[in-house]
């Protein structure tokens, strides 16, 4: 199965941008989603089909890709923002198959 | 509200079975394909399984083929997964998740735009 490859730490001064990625074969294939998942918390759905805002995500939140890496930017960081992101896609070597990256910490300094 | 609710979580000792279930409402469960996506202790999401909205197309990760059984049933909105020879590495949170499939350009992806809150399945003897 495929792999998506996600930095496990990243942080980011209050009010600044961050771009949190995930690289994988699969994404020359296939578009990336993002997951927010604070502790506790089920996961939420932020970015899908690689640039797509679900409705009552904030404006902040983008998606972007590029070869093998997607990238999710969050653009003025706030504190709220702090949790764990996932991107996933299909999985390149069964696209009936869903594979999730490793997730990143964001830290919001 | 749309919302999904799981359930049947609980401690089991290695080898037995589980039925895990997952109640649907403020949508039409019919029309959308559901996913089981699980989450061990402090560890990153890993899809499971999926259905499709008339149970047409079932589809397993490699880790869980053979053990684990998807089933819905739209009569009454709701979605299951029965669990067989449990092991240690089965203990997770088990979250069921509504998809959502989008396209562009011939290409699609399969986002989970509904979670539940999950339910523990702890394996341990």
């Known amino acids: 199965s495929s792999e998506l490859t996600q930095d496990p730490a990243v942080s980011v001064a209050l009010g600044q941008t961050v771009r949190i990625t995930c690289q994988g074969d699969?994404?020359?294939?296939?578009?990336a989603n993002w997951y927010q998942q604070k502790p506790g918390q089920a996961p939420l759905l932020v970015i899908y089909?690689?640039?797509n805002r679900p409705s009552g995500i904030p404006d902040r939140f983008s998606g972007s890709s590029s070869g093998n890496t997607a990238s999710l930017t969050i653009t003025g960081a706030q504190a709220e923002d702090e949790a764990d992101y996932y991107c996933?896609?299909?999985?390149?070597?069964?696209?009936?198959?869903?594979?999730f990256g490793g997730g990143t910490k964001l830290t919001v300094l | 509200e749309v919302q999904l609710v799981e359930s049947g979580g609980g401690l089991v000792k290695p080898g037995g079975s589980l039925r895990l279930s997952c109640a649907a409402s403020?949508?039409?469960?019919?029309?959308?394909?559901m996913n089981w996506v699980r989450q061990a202790p402090g560890k990153g999401l890993e899809w499971v399984s999926y259905?499709?909205?008339?149970?047409?197309?079932?589809y397993y990760s490699d880790a869980v083929k053979g053990r684990f059984t998807i089933t819905r049933d739209n009569a009454k909105n709701s979605l299951y997964l029965q669990i067989h020879s449990l092991r240690a590495e089965d203990t997770a949170v088990y979250y069921c998740?509504?998809?959502?499939?989008?396209?562009?350009?011939?290409?699609?992806?399969?986002?989970?735009?509904?979670w539940g809150h999950g339910t523990m399945v702890t394996v341990s003897s």
């Open positions: 998740a509504r998809d959502e499939t989008y396209c562009r350009n011939m290409n699609c992806s399969d986002a989970f735009d509904v």
């Open positions: 996933s896609s299909r999985d390149s070597s069964d696209d009936h198959l869903v594979v």
């Open positions: 259905i499709s909205s008339r149970s047409s197309y079932i």
């Open positions: 699969s994404l020359r294939s296939y578009y």
């Open positions: 403020g949508f039409t469960f019919s029309n959308y394909g």
């Open positions: 089909l690689e640039n």
